[in-house]
């Protein structure tokens, strides 16, 4: 039984920052390239940074790129989303998602095996 529960959340003024933690279980945490998506009201659930599982490959999206970073923990089974200098267009409920694809697809919804259940962001002006 794979779950995965994102925390951290919350809100916050523009130019702060948050981290949100992913806590998995259920499945072999090392072997598992790990996602982090967004999605706001009316929008399409977006990609926003992933971290691999062999060396460690980082990718982001152009949005956040330079602002947030994903790292992981395999002691702890736990991913992070460290965001900094946030402003408004980053309010979204942010989504954790693990994948164990051999392709490279990190960017693509369908790449990713499980999802968490989100938890909220929001950054006011």
């Known amino acids: 039984q794979v779950q995965l529960v994102e925390s951290g959340g919350g809100l916050v003024q523009a130019g702060g920052s948050l981290r949100l933690s992913c806590a998995a279980s259920?499945?072999?945490?090392?072997?598992?390239?790990m996602g982090w998506f967004r999605q706001a009201p009316g929008e399409e659930r977006e990609f926003v940074a992933a971290?691999?599982?062999?060396?460690?490959?980082?990718y982001y999206a152009n949005s956040v790129k330079g602002r947030f970073t994903i790292s992981r923990d395999n002691a702890k089974n736990t991913v992070y989303l460290q965001m900094n200098r946030l402003v408004p267009e980053d309010t979204a409920v942010y989504y954790c998602?693990?994948?164990?694809?051999?392709?490279?697809?990190?960017?693509?919804?369908?790449?990713?095996?499980?999802w968490g259940q989100g938890t909220q962001v929001t950054v006011s002006s």
């Open positions: 998602a693990a994948a164990n694809s051999s392709s490279r697809d990190y960017y693509r919804r369908e790449w990713y095996s499980y």
């Open positions: 259920g499945l072999s945490f090392t072997w598992y390239n």
């Open positions: 971290i691999m599982w062999s060396a460690g490959s980082t």
